[in-house]
Structures are given as C-alpha cells and as structure tokens.
C-alpha cells in the first residue's frame, strides 16, 4: 500500500491537470467513440439496451489491457523503487482528493465574497442540476452533496480496486464512473442505452460507498463532530438516495454536520424532489463546505491507514 500512499501524496502536491492526454479524458474520448458509432436513435430499446452492454464491455476490455500491458512493462524494470514510483504515477490519476477539495474552496471564496453569480456559475461545473437560480444556501448544498459522494468516486473506489487488484482495477474502475457520468443518465437518449454502465457503476461502487459511509462517521468522532449523529442518519437516511450508493455518503456527512441534505433540484427546467437526508438542526452555510473537505480527507488518510496495517499483517503471514 506504499504505492497507494505515494499516489495520494502526489495527487495533495500535483492535484488533477487539467489536459486532453490525462488518462480519464482518453478513456472520455474512448467512450464518446465508441458511443458514437454503436448509438442509433431510431435503434429499438431493447437494441439500444444491448448495444450500450457492449459499450462497457469495449471500454472496460480495452482500457484493463491497455493499462495491464503498460503495468507489465513497467515491472521489467530492475528497480523497485522506480516501479513503485511509476505505478503511484498511474494511479494518481484515478483519485482526485485535491481537485475536489480545490473546488469546494473556491465556491467557498465565492460565497463569502458574496459573489452569487460566479458560485452559481462555477458549481455549474461540478453539479448536473441548473444552478442560474441557486440562493446561497442550495450552492452550498450541492457542494457539499458533492464532495460527500465523490468522495466515494474520486478517492476511496479506486483505492479500494487498487487495493485488490492493483493499478489496471483502478482504471476499471475509473473507466465505468466515467461511462455512468456520461451515459448514465435517465434522459429519452440513455434511459436504456447507459443502463449498463449506470448498473455496472452501481456494483462497483456498493463497497466502497459502505466503507466511505463508515468511516465518515469515524472521521466526525475524530474532527470533533457528530458522531453519533452521522450513525443515527447514516442508518436512518442513506437508503433515501435515489442511487444505491450515495446515500451512504451524503446521509452520513448531513449527520455529523446537523444539516439537511436533498430536496429541490432543478434538470433542464423541470423541478425534481430528492428525499431529505439529515435533520436541519443548522441552516446549510459556508463553512458546511469546509467541513466538507476536512471530512473527505480524514475519510481517506483512514482508508489508507487501516489498508496499510491490513497490508503488513498479511504480510507477516498472520492472516
């Protein structure tokens, strides 16, 4: 797991660049592709539900050989400690702790410059719903929604596929919450076609959301947080989220927080009701997001301790 912590190390000093030759845009680039020629639109639902199965068979084939093939290479060299480096390399791009955080802090800035038009813009960026009409309070809230569940996406999911499958699983990984990002959606074009990658995002993601969703709670007791409130919502809300994952997150970081998660979100002009995760015991402000990010890196400098002490006791042979 050194390499595991390596690669979170070089994410917190690199961060996520931002270009068309990052490993996650070319898998982007793969899938638009691919969509591109097997999608029809006049195509039956039920061929547009087979086609979008050999979607993710494509990407998940092409993307697991191409970076297994690379891997393979890699360990030719007779260096161990330039293997390690490389492979942490690789695997940096799968996480994104700093660019999330990034995010979070910048819609911070906004907010309490009291710059509502460039948070309503920027959150735009990181959220799916409409933002031109967001109050102050629901930039907040998406914010926060966000970072909660991405923490389970862009940081504890890959690790966890590293963890048991090493570099090439965690581009897997990567590779199906790219497709569920962009064909996941339940629209007139993808409701059949994206099913797949939506249901194929789920299972790979059940895991990892249950362990984000534990150790956050773990995180709260350690930040001097609601603990035992993150519990109590955890158990009572998490299964409110219309994903089978994000719940587990979101309902989670409302607990700890004493805020009110859910609720009214606007998609391309039509109103959406999402349950209410958590108890409004505190109105949603700035420093929610903070708190936010304090809980997604706890979270995962956790997940990265308990890997590594399980890591050296298999090691030592006691399991």
Do not use: Q
Not at 148 to 168: H, K, M, Q, R, S
Not at 256 to 267: D, P
């Amino acid at each position: 797991m050194i390499t595991a912590i390596l690669a979170f190390f070089i994410d917190a000093v690199m961060g996520d660049p931002r270009s068309k030759l990052h490993p996650v845009a070319l898998i982007g680039n793969l899938i638009a592709g691919i969509e591109g020629m097997l999608y029809g639109k006049e195509d039956s639902d039920k061929k547009k539900l087979v086609l979008g199965g050999i979607l993710v068979v494509l990407v998940l084939l092409f993307t697991f050989a191409v970076v297994n093939g690379i891997m393979n290479l890699v360990k030719m060299l007779d260096n161990i400690y330039v293997v390690t480096l490389i492979e942490a390399f690789f695997l940096s791009f799968t996480i994104s702790p700093k660019s999330l955080a990034a995010a979070g802090k910048e819609l911070y800035g906004y907010l309490v410059a009291d710059d509502l038009d460039n948070a309503r813009y920027k959150v735009g960026w990181i959220v799916g719903r409409d933002t031109e009409e967001l109050t102050p309070g629901e930039v907040s809230r998406a914010t926060i929604e966000t970072i909660a569940e991405n923490t389970v996406d862009g940081i504890i999911a890959p690790l966890f596929y590293f963890a048991i499958g090493g570099v090439p699983l965690a581009f897997l990984y990567r590779a199906v919450n790219t497709m569920d990002s962009m064909v996941g959606y339940k629209n007139d074009r993808y409701i059949y076609f994206g099913r797949v990658a939506a249901r194929a995002d789920d299972v790979l993601g059940y895991i990892p959301a249950r362990i984000t969703g534990l150790l956050f709670v773990v995180s709260a007791f350690i930040l001097g947080y609601d603990g035992k409130k993150a519990w109590k919502i955890l158990r009572r809300d998490a299964s409110k989220h219309p994903s089978p994952n994000g719940g587990w997150a979101e309902a989670t970081v409302a607990g700890a927080l004493h805020i009110r998660l859910g609720g009214f979100n606007s998609y391309f002009g039509k109103v959406h009701f999402r349950e209410y995760m958590g108890d409004p015991i505190e109105e949603i402000g700035f420093d929610h997001i903070m708190k936010t990010i304090r809980l997604m890196y706890t979270d995962a400098i956790l997940f990265l301790i308990i890997c590594h002490i399980i890591f050296v006791i298999c090691s030592m042979g006691v399991l």
